[in-house]
């Protein structure tokens, strides 16, 4: 009982959202021509029914599930999301190699946490910028697939 | 170069040894044979590496081959595919857990030999067992997949519909012991593939108003979000864990006492190969069923079935032989159906699509050099296994105390990279961070990521099928006709009943032995 406290209904919550998803692919396929949406509305319906068992299988017969094996996971994987979406907005204003330096090094050493000394945090950074240069001089000049740059000494 | 090797097939038993023989010179090409051992010693490494899967090494590679030669770039990922499913041993023996839940079975024997000072026994056992299961593996992929390939060729729009659903009904199974949800989430994949401008009548859906996604959904993008990012939150929960590997030495003598032991049991080795690559081919199943199933089986029919669990080679042999034969196998049906039976083969699918490949019959025929070469790649990948893994498991295995701090950010930059690459487009990035995120969440509520990818893939086949099988009912004034009546759909049909009852039915009859009620999980779920 202790266990089920702290965990999830999982069905009843993926029922909710896959009924939400059924309902937003009903809602945009109105105007679809009779051959370019009769899939989509196949599919809409099987959602729909798929959602509404789910709900049926949570009240009946209901999987709880813990999101996070330990709740102080919780900022952690909260913070290597937030740092991923502010890495992928900077990347086309700092270019791909000051960006991907500064994200690996410092979520590298945020995650440490409790081990964090010096050392390992100079170690970690050295990773991450030679890792972003290797990446970028790999892809750049080895595959010719060009990476984001802002010309810094015209090399990155 | 693309031409030839299958072609020739069907009419001159002596052209299809050139083509065999021009395939090989492919391969043997020394870049080819240099990226080839590098995707194995790569795999080895991802698959020895607790929370790295196959299916996220081979997503996280793909963006490598992208200016390579199709030979070279799928040879490398056959390279990794096959090297993988043998790294996965070095943690199941050194520190009984399982590199990827292919190797559950290898624990069973493996880590018992390490507790009675015998690991290298152990490893010896998994590298030979590996490069045995490739090989027998890789020798029924050679002989299998041209004809099933060439029997889709009298496959029209209503067997493909039905091959597409039942391929839809059996990836039900992946999701970790819910058929519901598994549908559920190959349901979510079929609506994801529909974004873009429809096949057949143009219409523009789901595009929201951007541009980039009038073209559908970009499925590297979809394979390094569903498979890559998920793995990467899952990792940062466990990134408090500590290894401890058991110490031992090389004896020169071990390497001929193992592998003169397991050559004296032929039986042991190809059941366990047969059974690999059976499992292989099945779509929804994965090495771990392969390698649980041989395990059982040599338990079985061995004359000391008591001398298992407490450390015997056999054991290892029989798990890792079967789960190495799983790799072939599983192209079995996508090289020759376009079907990807598991998350892994998806992502092949992904790289083949990428090179301008696209499986079926056309494969064997107009892409027949470079599809020869990448089975190929299997059978020589199993080889340098062997040697690899038998003198640089001790080495290689270091890579397990590679910091999960340092790994995370290390593979989230690669994943931004792959994504960005394919079409120079932030957008992709976006898209890859948003069904990362749908990945984790739905990992978190019970569904499998590989679910929603499979659907995602067989969307369009089902579509396409589905939209030309209405025409074809409009025009013969029949669509029940069309649909239900000829044999090939009978049968698939037939199949998918099978397939969709067969698990609501185990389940069900697990409910009644279990008594029921409401379960609490962890969600800790793996892609293979």
């Known amino acids: 009982m202790q266990q089920r406290k702290n965990a999830l209904n999982s069905d009843i919550w993926s029922g909710v959202i896959v009924l939400v998803v059924a309902g937003v692919g009903w809602w945009e396929s109105r105007g679809f021509s009779e051959l370019g949406g009769v899939f989509v509305r196949w599919v809409v319906g099987a959602l729909a029914m798929l959602g509404l068992a789910l709900l049926v299988k949570g009240v009946v017969s209901p999987e709880y599930r813990r999101a996070l094996a330990d709740r102080r996971d919780l900022p952690a994987v ?61 892809f750049q000049h080895g595959f010719s697939v060009p990476l984001p740059r802002i010309g810094l000494w015209g090399i990155f | 170069m693309a031409s030839g090797a299958g072609e020739s097939d069907d009419r001159h038993g002596g052209m299809k040894v050139e083509g065999y023989v021009e395939a090989l010179a492919t391969l043997f090409m020394w870049h080819n044979v240099a990226f080839m051992l590098l995707g194995v ?28 030669t199709p030979e070279t770039g799928l040879v490398m990922l056959g390279g990794l595919y096959v090297g993988a499913m043998y790294g996965d041993a070095i943690p199941a023996i050194l520190l009984n857990t399982p590199g990827t839940p292919s190797a559950i079975a290898t624990t069973f024997d493996g880590y018992p030999l390490s507790r009675n000072g015998q690991a290298q026994h152990g490893l010896v056992a998994a590298a030979f067992g590996s490069a045995v299961g490739g090989v027998i593996g890789a020798l029924l992929l ?21 091959m597409g659903i039942f391929g839809l009904t059996i990836i039900a199974t992946l999701a970790s012991g819910s058929t519901l949800k598994g549908m559920t989430g190959g349901a979510l994949g079929l609506l994801l593939s529909a974004i873009g401008i429809s096949p057949i009548a143009g219409d523009m859906r789901f595009t929201f108003g951007v541009p980039a996604f009038q073209g559908g959904v970009e499925l590297i993008v979809a394979l390094i979000g569903f498979f890559c990012v998920p793995q990467v939150f899952q990792m940062v929960e466990e990134r408090r864990m500590r290894y401890k590997l058991v110490e031992y030495k090389e004896s020169p003598g071990v390497v001929r006492e193992v592998i003169g032991a397991l050559v004296r049991k ?89 090179h301008g490949l696209r499986p079926g019959p056309g494969l064997f025929t107009t892409f027949g050099a470079v599809t020869y070469t990448f089975i190929f790649a299997f059978l020589f990948g199993a080889i340098a296994v062997f040697f690899i893994g038998m003198w640089g498991s001790r080495y290689l295995a270091r890579w397990i105390n590679v910091p999960i701090p340092l790994l995370v950010p290390l593979i989230m930059v690669i994943t931004v990279v792959g994504s960005f690459a394919i079409r120079n487009n932030i957008v992709d990035v976006g898209a890859m961070l948003l069904f990362g995120v749908v990945g984790y969440v739905t990992m978190k509520l019970g569904f499998h990521p590989g679910a929603i990818v499979l659907g995602l893939i067989l969307g369009p086949i089902i579509e396409q099928g589905l939209v030309q099988s209405l025409l074809m009912g409009a025009a013969t004034g029949s669509v029940w006709g069309v649909l ?45």
């Open chain 1, 78 to 138: 909260g913070i290597v999301l937030a740092s991923l979406v502010a890495y992928v907005a900077l990347v086309p204003v700092v270019g791909f190699v000051l960006a991907s330096s500064a994200f690996a090094s410092g979520l590298a050493i945020t995650l440490l946490g409790d081990r964090r000394t010096f050392r390992r945090s100079f170690i970690a950074s050295l990773v991450g910028i030679g890792v972003s240069i290797g990446l970028y001089v790999v």
């Open chain 2, 142 to 162: 050679l002989t299998l997949t041209a004809p099933l390939a060439r029997a889709a060729l009298a496959f029209g729009p209503p067997e493909y519909f039905w």
């Open chain 2, 266 to 354: 032929p039986i042991l080795l190809l059941r366990s190969a047969v059974i690999g690559t059976i499992v292989g081919i099945i779509p929804g199943a994965g090495g771990n069923i392969a390698s649980l199933v041989s395990y059982n089986e040599a338990v079985r029919w061995d004359k000391e079935p008591e001398k298992f669990g407490k450390g015997t080679v056999d054991g290892v042999a029989a798990s890792e032989v079967a789960n190495n034969a799983v790799a072939p196998g599983a192209m079995v049906p996508l090289l020759s159906l376009g079907i990807p039976g598991s998350p892994a083969a998806a992502v092949i699918l992904g790289a083949l699509l990428l």
């Open chain 2, 41 to 68: 010693m790569a795999g080895v490494v991802v698959g020895c590496l607790p929370g790295l899967t196959a299916t996220m090494g081979m997503a996280l590679l793909i963006p490598f081959t992208f200016t390579m």
């Open chain 2, 484 to 528: 239900f009546t000829r044999p090939i759909s009978i049968v698939l049909i037939a199949l998918s009943v099978v397939s969709l009852a067969w698990p609501l039915w185990a389940s069900y009859a697990k409910r009644r032995r279990d008594g029921g009620g409401a379960s609490v999980r962890c969600s800790s779920a793996k892609t293979h």
